[in-house]
């Protein structure tokens, strides 16, 4: 058996640091070799205890998360869990910490939660596995302004769905940064805490040319538009095969998740068939698995992320090990070969309409 993963606690509440240490230290493959304070505690501690991964508070004194985690990707690049408060404020700051590098997020609990923390132990684990994408340069942070101008890209008659977890800040991003104003209608499910979505469909409303919001329940598919399933207590679908549109479905968490990657991959199977494109992303387990082989059984053509781009290769392995991924590409080309996918013909079949 593999050693344990080592993990360095930075906190700046005590109380905090201890309930993170005994979830951690309750796992038999993690260990906590050191808690820290501020940035400069947690400076030395690295320095001394050369931990696998670190979990990080965003709101510190002296120097806040987001600033540490800058320097630490620039000096000494490795995993690391923000953990941020479930507030708007905290979610930006972790959305920007995402870009920079880190690993993963988790939120501090809520009074009277049930299981605070529930999946930080597989997530720590996980991060000590991929040290090796470490070893390399800091990913840049992305362009700041809409990143494709409006083209002679011309839509056919699809749909675009896009499954996706652990790493897929960055590489959502990074898929839709390929897209023209015109793209077509998209519709994802990101494993993310609830308060996270609106403040991610924000972002990449900023960064992508098309436009990009929260699913809400009834919306109509349209050119143009890539709508993001909210975090939290509903799962997407889309439904109504004469005037496709986003349902939110209350239903209990399929593969440990709400919304759940498999559940939208159902639907659009049922409804579309052979006129859907499917997608699956960076993502720890096997969420959207199942669902992307119903996709390409149904017709539709199917894309995994490859290994090496990956930040973590579950979901995608595991599609790829079932046979529903007929394509897999490294994440800068996938952008790109949906967009081939799902352009019009032309011989001149008609286009979709908004």
Known sequence: MSAPARVLVVDDSPTMRGLISAILNSDPDVDVVGQAGDAMEARAAIK???PD???????????????FLEKIMTLRPM????????????AEATLAALEIGAFDCV????PGEADPFGELAEKVKAAARSQHRYNRAPRSEPPASRAVPTSDFRVGRKIVAIGSSTGGVEALITVLQKFPRNCPPTVITQ???PTFTKSFAER???????????????????????????????HLQVANATAPCCRLVERPPVNGHRPSVDVLFDSVAELAGRSAVGVILTGMGRDGAAGLLKMRHAGARTIGQDEKSCVVYGMPRVAHELGAVERQLPLAAIGEEILKLTAARKEGIEHVTS
């Open 107 to 110: 939120g501090k609990p809520m």
């Open 204 to 234: 990449l409303n900023r960064l992508c040319a098309p436009v990009v919001e929260e699913a809400t329940d009834g919306a109509r598919l349209e050119i143009g538009k890539v709508y993001l399933a909210p975090g939290g207590e509903r």
């Open 53 to 67: 991964v670190v979990t990080l508070d965003i709101e510190m004194p002296n120097m806040n998360g987001l600033e």
């Open 191 to 193: 494993h993310m805490p």
């Open 79 to 90: 995993p690391v869990i923000m953990v941020s408060t479930m507030t708007h404020r905290g």
């Open 48 to 50: 001394q205890l050369n």
